[in-house]
């Protein structure tokens, strides 16, 4: 099977697309209806800097939903169920979004800049669009808007060397997921401690989408020593630290699920403030969640597909395994996924089915490493 996917105006290009393609991008994917880099071409090389060096990576598919204005903080309070109440300026969140219901709509970063401004930095779906309508629905005072922001992340044990060598070493100081605007010989951007890996790392948020090559370009200069090269959001290593991917680990379209049954039901706040989901998930609570979200050892080296798959105790769907990939670190094909919760303790043999067998799988926890 071959073919070719055309990149239309349907199809946004991001900030680092020319530097990425001149760089020698050799798979993309779409997120939040932009192009993002799925790799350079050498997928070992690539884990390997993430693991023992430096990786630059473009993440700007990781839109900013600005929230503007005298009610920004409480539009950011009503959209989220974990509560705000003591976020600081110049601080970050990690901040699940649920629907009505109760499920997971995105899971974004929010950034405080001000009082009266917060980003925040969605995973792939329509954020901009839900926000705008519940702020027009709740008569709020405020803007939401994308404002031109375009991340590029560089992970990895040597990422802070680099960033120390391009803004000071101050930076080394940085609390995780603390930021401050920089300004880098005249390129606006924001610094942040944060990233999609558990090998440490920095966030640059360029301003001016019309600066993404000369950006890419002293970032890889400064890292040149430490042998930085390009890269993408790594699935290996997030399965192996256990960092969640809306879209790939639940989709409220497809695989929707809540944050008690994803593992992150202590962000959720039932006793203060009131938020969208709230009354579902107070209802949820006190059902208890009825799948479990699990990693599994799988055997063998099966392919991974590019979607779910099912989850057999014999010939019964007791689950879905989100992702899996060979991990070398681990020594074996590793997964995450969700169980019903009935499941979990039954002594029962797990598999499921790619390249046309069954392969065995095993619970374990997670993170793995
Ligand atoms: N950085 C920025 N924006 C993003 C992502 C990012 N937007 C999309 C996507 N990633 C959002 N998803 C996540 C998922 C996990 C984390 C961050 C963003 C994360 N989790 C830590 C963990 O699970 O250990 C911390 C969680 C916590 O504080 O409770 O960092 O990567 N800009």
């Known amino acids: 099977m071959t073919f070719q996917i055309g990149i239309g105006p349907n199809l946004r290009k991001s900030a680092y697309f020319n530097a990425t393609v001149r760089d020698g991008v050799s798979s993309f994917s779409v997120y939040n209806h932009m192009l993002i880099p799925g790799n350079f071409g050498d997928p070992e090389a690539e884990y390997d800097r993430l693991i023992n060096g430096v990786a630059m990576w473009d993440v700007a598919a990781q839109r900013q939903v600005q929230l503007e204005g005298p009610d920004a903080g409480k539009l950011a309070q009503l959209l989220t169920p974990r509560n705000l109440s003591n976020v600081r300026i110049g601080q970050g969140r990690y901040v699940p979004l649920c629907d009505h219901d109760g499920w997971v709509i995105n899971d974004p970063v929010l950034l405080k800049l ?10 792939d779906s329509d954020i901009h669009l839900w926000a705008t309508a519940i702020a027009h629905e709740r008569d709020l005072d405020i803007q939401v808007s994308e404002p031109d922001v375009s991340p590029l992340a560089v992970q990895g044990p040597k990422a802070v060397d680099v960033a120390a060598k391009l803004f000071g070493e101050q930076v080394r100081d940085f609390k995780y997921f603390g930021f401050v605007q920089m300004d880098l010989d005249g390129i606006p951007l924001v610094l942040a401690r944060s990233g999609w890996s558990k090998q440490g790392g920095f966030e640059l948020y360029l301003q001016d989408s019309s600066l993404g090559e000369a950006l890419w370009d002293k970032v890889k200069e400064a890292g040149a020593e430490y042998g930085i090269g390009p890269g993408a959001p790594n699935d290996t290593e997030r399965l192996e630290s256990g960092l ?10 497809t695989h929707r699920a809540n ?3 994803m593992g992150f039901g202590g ?3 039932l006793e203060g403030h009131d938020f969208i989901g709230k009354a ?3 209802q949820t609570a006190a059902v208890g969640a009825k799948r479990q979200f699990i ?19 014999g010939s019964e769907t007791v689950g879905y395994i989100s992702e899996f ?5 681990v020594g074996k094909t590793i997964g995450i996924g969700l169980i019903n919760s009935d499941h979990v303790g039954a002594d029962v043999p797990l598999s499921i089915f ?6 065995a799988a095993q619970i374990t926890s997670v993170p793995f490493i």
């Open 244 to 253: 969640l991917s809306y879209g790939a680990d639940m989709r409220l379209q």
């Open 325 to 329: 990939a060979f991990s070398k670190r």
């Open 354 to 359: 790619a390249d046309g067998k069954n392969h």
């Open 267 to 269: 962000l959720v706040d």
């Open 114 to 123: 001000s009082d009266d401004c917060y980003w925040l930095s969605v995973a």
């Open 280 to 282: 579902a998930l107070a």
């Open 259 to 261: 944050p008690y049954e």
């Open 295 to 313: 990693g599994v050892t799988i055997n063998g080296t099966p392919t991974p597909p590019g979607h779910q798959v099912s989850l057999m105790s």
